[in-house]
């Protein structure tokens, strides 16, 4: 009974930055991890950078120093701060959430397309 709600994408040119925000509602447990994954046409859903409630991060090798990941536990919110983005960026983004029991909840994905 957890609901995801990403907002934030679109088009922008290589170079530039997005923000995308995730916010989680119903009945969410804690501890608990956050994070965004990106999936692109024909692709595998992959890991784009996850954060736990404690503030430790992860993220893919391909966005090291350019995404930064945060969140608000308050507001049961985590935030996706895009900078220098590449075409090989564009994919679909998707929320997740995994909880106490390790169960995996998702967004229904927003569309960041990067181009030149």
């Known amino acids: 009974q957890v609901q995801l709600v990403e907002s934030g994408g679109g088009l922008v040119q290589a170079g530039g930055s997005l923000s995308l925000s995730c916010v989680a509602s119903?009945?969410?447990?804690?501890?608990?991890?956050m994070g965004w994954y990106h999936q692109a046409p024909g692709k595998q859903r992959e890991l784009v950078a996850v954060?736990?409630?404690?503030?430790?991060?992860n993220y893919a090798d391909s966005v090291k120093g350019r995404f930064t990941i945060s969140r608000d536990n308050a507001k049961n919110t985590v935030y996706l701060q895009m900078n220098s983005l590449k075409v090989e960026d564009t994919a679909v983004y998707y929320c997740?959430?995994?909880?106490?029991?390790?169960?995996?909840?998702w967004g229904q994905g927003t569309q960041v397309t990067v181009s030149s």
């Open positions: 119903g009945t969410i447990r804690s501890p608990n991890v």
């Open positions: 997740n959430l995994k909880d106490y029991f390790s169960i995996l909840y």
């Open positions: 954060i736990a409630s404690g503030g430790t991060t």
